[in-house]
C-alpha cells in the first residue's frame, strides 16, 4: 500500500489550495479514505472523511464550510480543496487509508 500526497505550499490568508492524494497496492475503491493534519506542537487531528461511494463526507468543526472532500475512484485519488485558508491551516497534511499513511505534505497559511 503506498499513499502519495500532492500540493501543499505557502499560501496567502483567505486563500485556496488543492491537496491530491494518490493509492496504490489496494482496491482503493472500497475504502473510506481521510485527511489528517498535524500543526507544529499539536496531535494530529482529523480533518475529513469520506466513504468508499463518495456519497458521505464528515468534516472538523474547524474545517465545516471551508474544506472539501472529494474523491475520483478511477484515478485511485482523494482531494481536499481548501478554500478561505487561516494562519490556524498551517501544518502538514496527510492522508490515511486501509491503515497507511502518506508521507504528508506542508500547507503553510502566511502573508
Known amino acids: 500500500v503506498q499513499l502519495m500526497e500532492y500540493g501543499g505550499g505557502l499560501v496567502q490568508p483567505g486563500g485556496s489550495l488543492t491537496l491530491t492524494c494518490v493509492g496504490s497496492g489496494f482496491d482503493f475503491s472500497k475504502y473510506f479514505m481521510r485527511w489528517f493534519r498535524e500543526a507544529p506542537g499539536k496531535e494530529r487531528e482529523l480533518v475529513a472523511t469520506i466513504l468508499a461511494d463518495a456519497g458521505v463526507t464528515h468534516y472538523a468543526d474547524s474545517v465545516k464550510g471551508r474544506f472539501t472532500i472529494s474523491r475520483d475512484n478511477t484515478k485511485k485519488t482523494v482531494y481536499l480543496q481548501m478554500n478561505s485558508l487561516k494562519p490556524e491551516d498551517t501544518a502538514v497534511y496527510y492522508c490515511?487509508?486501509?491503515?497507511?499513511w502518506g508521507r504528508g505534505t506542508l500547507v503553510t497559511v502566511s502573508s
Open positions: 490515511n487509508g486501509p491503515g497507511h
